[in-house]
């Protein structure tokens, strides 16, 4: 079966500092995989998704980035965290066809202070 | 573009009643739709999926929703809701592979009360 692994679970930073949040997908092969940021328990921000290896787009510009530098690997970054930035953010993958459903790591919850 | 719409923002329901999270949607094509739960930081767990065929669809935990084309709907329900169900509740809209055409809708809080 597959499943999907996110980490830190939370996360404290300072403005100002880098940020790496990274997200696996073990049990699929060439999976889209997403980037989420959820604030205040409410609706979802599609932040970046990727349908191969180093193919990113970016639904919203900002001072994130995205990377996939392995199959089932997708890595958020930013060289400068603003207090902004501070949100839960998930992962997701899902297989290739518009029928199938995507599915969610368990976040990181991220505090900047 | 497509589009999802969750009409209530809260949804209270006393325990053992029946319950019912709303959620139409506008496509240009023809839909494929999901229902997913998010408890307390956790990400979201997916329900059930409408693709084709029976308007019924039957998912996790008790679940089920009905799919309604002439009103662009797919309603979740439970025919008794547990006061472990209080949580929040997404519906989402596919058209095709591509990431950018997979929506959420903005998430509707159920709670459910002894």
């Known amino acids: 079966s597959q499943t999907i692994h996110q980490w830190p679970a939370t996360l404290v930073q300072p403005v100002g500092s880098p940020l790496s949040l990274e997200c696996t997908v073990e049990?699929?092969?060439?999976?889209?995989l997403y980037w989420y940021r959820q604030a205040a328990g409410r609706g979802l921000q599609l932040l970046f998704y990727?349908?191969?290896?180093?193919?990113i787009s970016s639904e919203v510009p900002q001072n994130l980035s995205a990377s996939r530098p392995q199959d089932r690997q997708f890595i958020l970054s930013s060289k400068k965290l603003l207090l902004s930035d501070s949100g839960f953010y998930l992962c997701?993958?899902?297989?290739?066809?518009?029928?199938?459903?995507?599915?969610f790591g368990d976040g990181t919850r991220l505090s900047i202070l | 573009a497509q589009s999802v719409a969750q009409p209530e923002d809260q949804v209270n329901v006393a325990e053992g009643n029946p319950l019912t999270v709303k959620c139409t949607y506008s496509?240009?094509?023809?839909?494929?739709l999901f229902w997913y739960v998010q408890y307390p930081n956790r990400g979201l767990q997916f329900l059930l999926k409408?693709?084709?065929?029976?308007?019924l669809v039957k998912g996790s935990y008790g679940f089920e929703a009905e799919f309604n084309k002439s009103q662009t709907s797919f309603h979740l329900k439970k025919p008794s809701a547990l006061v472990s169900d209080s949580a929040l509740y997404f519906c989402?809209?596919?058209?095709?592979?591509?990431?950018?055409?997979?929506?959420f809708g903005p998430g509707t809080r159920l709670s459910v009360l002894p």
């Open positions: 990727s349908v191969g290896i180093g193919q």
């Open positions: 496509v240009s094509g023809n839909p494929y």
């Open positions: 989402a809209v596919s058209l095709d592979n591509y990431g950018q055409n997979f929506v």
């Open positions: 997701a993958w899902r297989k290739t066809g518009g029928n199938q459903p995507q599915h």
């Open positions: 049990g699929t092969s060439n999976p889209n």
């Open positions: 409408y693709i084709t065929g029976d308007n």
